[in-house]
């Protein structure tokens, strides 16, 4: 989205902050970059500074070689060469503030957002600050959907879910032949769909059999994989958007017997695991129908309490979910409270994944995984309309 400072001051303003310092350095901060609309091949060999305060005008602190990095952005230009010269411009730009902030997330509480280093942090509490995370910030300009964004997932959303389908055919179709068929040909043959489909993705999509699916980032490739056979258990986890850089991306997991009946054991764990899924989206749905906030480590509990009811918490192994954005994991809340403890609220206009798991190790795992996207007016949709109730009787 392009970069409103009004509506960052208001922000600001908000949550009682004196301004935000945006740092890079050789593209280390790829938030930054996004918010100020500089591109990743952009040649940026120095540090620069960009400081949008609570009121007036924002600061490009800026190399004396590379000021036209930040040329395209509104604010005074102080620029600096050496590092002496550099200290007298972030002490220009910082005057008067007490409390800002930057790509930083506590302890490294969150990962995806500790994106300015140690050093800069220590150099910058010199100027007598606080500085305190920019997280609510990065979720209100990364990981916000525009209403362009929405129309364009909507037929992948389907579309992943058309895949899934043909995927599972594809597999029928192969041993009600006699054909021998691998995970790696089921992966390439979804590879195919996506081409076909003109969708693009980042890695080859989890087609795990059996003790593979008990493995959460398992993938086969062109030299390691499993035969698939009658009585086989299946998980496939697929991931795909448009080739546009803006759009957004969807992300389903589903799992299917090869077989006609589905035998007991995997109908009891699929049952835990399914209960958890709903807990979550449930949450969710029921807060902002209530319009009341809701924050990710909550969205995990619900789905993980449900899952340490039935005793198999020690093989909830991960997150329930992840932020969805131009990356498929994005830079927005996290339905976490295992991982980490993301205490962000989720927002309207932004979209998640729910997928939890139950993974016995060296037998199969069982993971269901749906998007969920909040409207602009509180509405909770579960993206592609259709989520999986029972395990798919692929021979049926």
């Not at 995927?167 to 992966?187: D, H, P, W």
């Not at 086989?232 to 997991?253: C, G, H, N």
């Not at 994944?353 to 969920?372: A, C, K, M, N, Q």
Request: include cysteine; charged fraction near 25%; proline fraction near 4%.
């Amino acid at each position: 989205m392009a970069l409103n400072i009004a509506t960052i001051q208001n922000i600001l303003k908000d949550r009682n902050l004196d301004g935000w310092l945006l740092f890079d350095f050789r593209c280390s901060n790829d938030l930054a970059l996004e918010i100020l609309g500089i591109k990743k091949e952009s040649h940026l060999t120095r540090r620069f500074f960009y400081f949008i305060p609570q009121t007036g005008e924002p600061s490009k602190i800026v190399n004396a070689i590379e000021e036209h990095n930040l040329a395209h952005l509104p604010g005074e230009k102080l620029s600096y060469s050496s590092h002496d010269s550099l200290r007298e411009q972030i002490a220009k730009a910082l005057s008067g503030s007490k409390r800002i902030a930057m790509e930083y997330s506590p302890l490294n509480a969150i990962p995806y957002l500790s994106k300015v280093d140690a050093g800069t942090i220590e150099l910058i509490r010199t100027f007598d600050v606080e500085i305190v995370s920019s997280a609510d910030l990065i979720t209100q300009f990364t990981a916000v959907w525009s209403s362009q964004q929405y129309m364009e997932n909507v037929p992948v959303a389907k579309a992943l879910i058309e895949i899934v389908d043909v995927a599972f055919n594809f597999i029928k179709n192969n041993i009600l032949a006699g054909s021998t068929l691998t995970e790696y040909s089921v992966q390439q043959f979804i590879m195919n769909e996506f081409k076909r489909r003109n969708l693009v993705t980042d890695f080859p999509p989890i087609v795990g059999v059996n003790e593979n699916s008990a493995n959460p980032h398992y993938a086969p490739d062109e030299t390691t994989f499993k035969e698939i056979k009658e009585n086989d258990f299946v998980l496939i986890d697929l991931w795909a958007k448009t080739p546009e850089e803006t759009s957004v991306w969807s992300d389903i997991t589903w799992v299917g017997f090869v077989g006609k009946d589905v035998p007991e054991k995997y109908r009891k764990i699929w049952g835990i695991v399914k209960g958890a899924r709903d807990a979550a989206f449930n949450l969710v749905d029921e807060r902002f129908k209530a319009n009341q906030p809701v924050c990710g480590y909550e969205v995990d509990n619900a789905s993980r309490q449900v899952i340490e009811d039935a005793g198999y918490g020690k093989y909830f192994i991960h997150r329930t979910g992840h932020s969805i954005t131009t990356t498929v994991h994005g830079s927005g809340p996290h339905m976490d409270n295992f991982e980490t403890k993301d205490e962000r609220l989720l927002l309207p206009s932004t979209s998640f994944s729910i997928e939890p798991g139950i993974y016995l190790t060296g037998d199969f795992g069982i993971r269901t995984e749906i998007d969920v996207f909040i409207h602009p007016n509180g509405k909770v949709e579960q993206t592609s309309g259709i989520k999986q109730e029972e395990i798919v009787a692929i021979l049926k």
